[in-house]
């Protein structure tokens, strides 16, 4: 088990202590079911003796609104001046499934600004992040299971029912339902969360068969008309621009696993989704087996993240000059799909 060192596990039972402590809980901007899973089993804990807010830096996703306390989420976008104000007066923050500054999106300065003691609780490699403490490992399935770890070692007690659907939510959103980036400690873990009467068929249902049908639309479109895939080499691309996205109304989440699906195709070691979101064009890669899809992501579109699950962003190209650019560096590391591909 990852735990996190005495002196983080010091603090934080001091602070739990103190009633008066403000903590503020901060998951990455578009956040996906881990951070948000994490976030949520953390207020969950924290909320039994302290005063604590959730803010995230963009729209919270509609797939996870039925968690119980999700509409206790600050919007950044939309309540501005209020999450500056809680961010600047917090005695501590938390920042979960994220280790660089610029993934907590437009509250990144106010953060910084901060007096707040800082802990960052995150999986993914190579943190950056300027805080006070670190609970950091690549060698875990999800942040939440750092979580997990994290809660058992200061109070494992307050372990409840509502903690550990949160956790399991954020488990198994980012293993895609225990498919990948899983340890001999994930399933040990969620033996655990088991004891708990976490109802798994119920979350199941909740995160998966809980779609829109214009989400549903919107995928059939996806997969239909706006995927091609570079034979040569086994990669697929799906690109989606905001025009499309509007057509289909899109929501926050909507395009949640989207990337994943082209690796069900025979032959195809590698997939990218390209979307047009605001000022700037997002990517998500994933690939099979031995490929480090997230090298191309961190050389290229900066960003990074694990080996078979990245994301990136382009924010200088438009979409079309976009997709050219990722074709062009597809076919110059063509090899490492051809020759490690299982």
């Known amino acids: 088990?990852?735990?996190?060192?005495?002196?983080?596990?010091?603090?934080?039972?001091?602070t739990r202590q103190d009633k008066d402590k403000?903590?503020?809980i901060v998951p990455?901007?578009?956040p996906d079911g881990d951070a948000?899973?994490?976030?949520?089993?953390?207020?969950?804990?924290?909320?039994?003796?302290?005063?604590?807010?959730?803010?995230?830096?963009?729209?919270?996703?509609?797939?996870l609104n039925w968690l119980p306390s999700s509409n206790q989420f600050i919007n950044y976008k939309k309540h501005q001046k209020t999450s500056e104000e809680l961010i600047a007066s917090a005695d501590f923050i938390i920042i979960v499934d994220h280790n660089a500054p610029d993934r907590s999106g437009d509250l990144e300065q106010g953060i910084a600004r901060s007096e707040a003691k800082k802990l960052m609780i995150d999986h993914h490699p190579e943190p950056s992040y300027p805080t006070d403490f670190k609970i950091s490992s690549i060698e875990v399935s999800s942040t939440a299971e750092l979580v997990y770890n994290f809660i058992s070692e200061i109070e494992k007690s307050s372990l409840d029912t509502l903690i550990a659907s949160a956790i399991y939510?954020?488990?198994?959103?980012?293993?895609?339902?225990?498919?990948?980036?899983?340890?001999?400690?994930?399933?040990?873990?969620?033996?655990?969360?088991?004891?708990?009467?976490i109802d798994r068929e119920y979350i199941y249902n909740q995160v998966f068969n809980n779609y829109s049908l214009d989400r549903m639309r919107l995928l059939g479109y996806t997969l239909s008309d706006k995927m091609e895939i570079l034979d040569h080499?086994?990669?697929?691309?799906?690109?989606l621009n905001k025009q499309e996205l509007e057509t289909f109304k899109y929501q926050t989440g909507d395009t949640e696993g989207f990337v994943n699906m082209p690796l069900a195709i025979k032959g195809v070691h590698a997939s990218v989704l390209v979307m047009e979101r605001d000022n700037e064009i997002k990517l998500s890669f994933r690939s099979k087996g031995d490929i480090a899809i997230n090298t191309l992501a961190k050389q290229y579109f900066n960003g990074g993240g694990h080996k078979n699950a990245a994301g990136g962003s382009e924010k200088k190209l438009d979409m079309e000059a976009t997709v050219r650019f990722l074709k062009e560096v597809i076919l110059k590391h063509s090899d490492i799909f051809i020759n490690k591909a299982k």
Do not use: W
């Open 1 to 14: 088990m990852k735990i996190p060192n005495q002196d983080t596990v010091q603090f934080v039972r001091e």
């Open 22 to 24: 403000k903590i503020v």
């Open 28 to 30: 990455h901007v578009n």
């Open 36 to 63: 948000i899973g994490s976030a949520m089993a953390l207020y969950y804990f924290f909320s039994k003796q302290n005063t604590v807010t959730l803010i995230t830096p963009s729209d919270f996703p509609d797939f």
């Open 169 to 197: 939510v954020g488990i198994m959103t980012d293993t895609g339902n225990f498919m990948h980036n899983i340890h001999a400690q994930t399933f040990e873990t969620v033996s655990q969360l088991m004891k708990y009467n």
């Open 233 to 239: 080499c086994g990669v697929a691309i799906l690109s």
